[in-house]
């Protein structure tokens, strides 16, 4: 992959997010370095992994 950048002036006003994703960045002008990292803050035992059984029985 290449990548051309050309770097001309930037003038921002505001910025309005309404919403996130899972994974998001945003930025706003120049950067050497971009280094994403992902925690996940949700505890284990609150997690449901395998087949789901449905919550009332079948009639």
């Known amino acids: ?3 051309n950048v050309i770097n001309r ?4 006003g505001d910025i309005r997010i309404i919403g996130i994703s899972t994974s998001a960045l945003l930025l ?3 950067a050497n370095t971009i280094q994403l990292a992902s925690t996940f803050d949700t505890p284990a035992e609150s ?6 059984e449905p919550l009332a029985p079948e009639a």
């Open 9 to 12: 002036e930037l003038c921002v």
């Open 28 to 30: 706003v002008g120049d």
């Open 47 to 52: 997690l449901i992994i395998g087949p789901f």
């Open 1 to 3: 992959m290449e990548l």
